[in-house]
């Protein structure tokens, strides 16, 4: 007679916050804000504050599901052997009911207090991110981050939406901006944990293609990435500040982008233009996001 499986103790609450990946949503939040703000239509606070809680509880179901999911690969890796599941302070079935209960709870709130498409866009983004990255691509390709980046590039169309019920060139450019920016972004914490990735089986490319290859990707993607990024001044979208501050940044982000790419050795420097990469991408996505955001007050 096979024994019973050990019952796990209640999880904590800490570990149910940790399930939504709080440091992720926080520029999830970010840039919703930001996509909402620059929208020509005003919301009135508590609509605006309603959109923002939908988007943030949206995000941490895809969190939620995606660790689900992922709890044999993350119990394997040294940055992420301690979340809740692999830890074995959470029943996985706890996990899933909690993921699936944020996720739907969110679009039903933003269809009912702010518009269906705003909401349909909130669905969107949570079903690519757990049915598209995280269930087809992340275990199949190295590609994945690359096609899988849009489900993070949602947001600003979110924000956007969610002020007026539609679409338009700035949002759609904010997408753009961070799906470009995701490849480049994430390759350069993928050099510096690549070891953690092949102990997982995760194909991500500097695993499958090596580390020449992907210095060389993170430099190709960060050129479109600068004129997307720029792009809104010369278009009109936006002002002289934005203009001014997107173009310093970004110069910034590709000269250290040239420098990972450029490199073919690491012996004995622990990866240290990788970790200023990875670090300042996150820096520059903010600064860039709150720059169209004043330039927009300012005009």
């Known amino acids: 007679m096979t024994p019973a499986a050990p019952l796990l103790p209640p999880a904590d609450w800490r570990d149910f916050l940790a399930l939504t990946k709080p440091r992720v949503m926080t520029l999830v939040v970010y840039t919703a804000l930001c996509g909402m703000l620059v929208a020509p239509v005003s919301l009135h606070p508590v609509l605006g504050f309603t959109a923002i809680l939908c988007i943030a509880v949206a995000a941490g179901a895809a969190g939620a599901l995606n660790q689900w999911?992922?709890?044999?690969?993350?119990?394997?890796?040294?940055?992420?052997?301690?979340?809740?599941?692999?830890?074995?302070?959470?029943?996985?079935?706890?996990?899933?009911?909690?993921?699936?209960?944020?996720?739907?709870?969110?679009?039903?709130?933003?269809?009912?207090?702010?518009?269906?498409?705003?909401?349909?866009?909130?669905?969107?983004?949570?079903?690519?991110?757990?049915?598209?990255?995280?269930?087809?691509?992340?275990?199949?390709?190295?590609?994945?981050?690359?096609?899988?980046?849009?489900?993070?590039?949602?947001?600003?169309?979110?924000?956007?939406?969610?002020?007026?019920?539609?679409?338009?060139?700035?949002?759609?450019?904010?997408?753009?901006?961070?799906?470009?920016?995701?490849?480049?972004?994430?390759?350069?914490?993928?050099?510096?944990?690549?070891?953690?990735?092949?102990?997982?089986?995760?194909?991500?490319?500097?695993?499958?293609?090596?580390?020449?290859?992907?210095?060389?990707?993170?430099?190709?993607?960060?050129?479109?990435?600068?004129?997307?990024?720029?792009?809104?001044?010369?278009?009109?979208l936006a002002g002289p500040v934005y203009g001014a501050v997107s173009i310093l940044t970004t110069g910034w982000f590709a000269l250290l982008a040239l420098r990972v790419a450029v490199r073919t050795t690491t012996d004995g420097d622990k990866m240290l233009p990788e970790k200023a990469l990875f670090k300042y991408s996150i820096l520059y996505l903010f600064v860039v996001f709150g720059a169209l955001v004043v330039d927009r007050w300012v005009a």
């Open 69 to 236: 999911y992922e709890s044999d690969i993350d119990a394997v890796m040294k940055r992420t052997a301690q979340r809740p599941l692999p830890a074995g302070r959470m029943d996985r079935q706890a996990a899933l009911h909690f993921g699936v209960g944020l996720g739907v709870f969110s679009v039903i709130l933003m269809g009912l207090a702010l518009n269906i498409a705003a909401a349909a866009i909130l669905a969107i983004s949570i079903l690519f991110y757990v049915l598209i990255y995280t269930v087809w691509l992340k275990r199949r390709t190295p590609q994945n981050i690359v096609i899988g980046g849009a489900a993070g590039a949602f947001p600003p169309l979110i924000g956007w939406a969610a002020a007026t019920g539609q679409l338009a060139l700035l949002p759609v450019l904010l997408f753009l901006l961070v799906f470009l920016w995701t490849p480049p972004h994430f390759w350069a914490l993928a050099l510096f944990v690549k070891i953690d990735y092949a102990n997982a089986g995760v194909p991500m490319l500097p695993v499958v293609a090596g580390e020449k290859v992907t210095r060389q990707q993170i430099g190709l993607y960060t050129i479109p990435m600068a004129f997307v990024a720029i792009a809104p001044w010369p278009l009109g």
